[in-house]
């Protein structure tokens, strides 16, 4: 079955950094584009960043630009994301993502979440 397990998660002081990891099992990792969302308390779920699957394209959330890098090793089936310049403002819980088409059915897999708190 289908598993996504981040990892990373923390407790990091304003303009920190921390690197999330995304273990991926189940599937062909390397022919799906990734995603990481967030999601703060009391806020909705949000796109953080994606990339394709050979990781060519990537695109960013406006509040993330310059200060985050979403790459992938298909080698070792894991997404990142690399989180620099921290603010309190990105504290959420950090999911990871695949969406994808398979012979006419739609697959959304979403991993448990990791926390990340930026406090000083």
């Known amino acids: 079955q289908v598993q996504l397990v981040e990892s990373g998660g923390g407790l990091v002081q304003p303009g920190g950094s921390l690197r999330l990891s995304c273990a991926a099992s189940g599937f062909t990792f390397g022919r799906y584009g990734m995603s990481w969302y967030r999601q703060a308390p009391g806020k909705e779920r949000e796109l953080v960043a994606a990339i394709t699957s050979a990781g060519g394209s990537t695109n960013y959330a406006d509040s993330v630009k310059g200060r985050f890098t979403i790459s992938r090793d298909n080698a070792k089936n894991t997404a990142y994301l690399q989180m620099n310049s921290l603010k309190p403002e990105d504290t959420a819980v950090y999911y990871c993502?695949?969406?994808?088409?398979?012979?006419?059915?739609?697959?959304?897999?979403w991993g448990q979440g990791t926390q990340v708190t930026v406090s000083s």
């Open positions: 993502n695949t969406k994808f088409s398979l012979f006419g059915r739609q697959y959304d897999y």
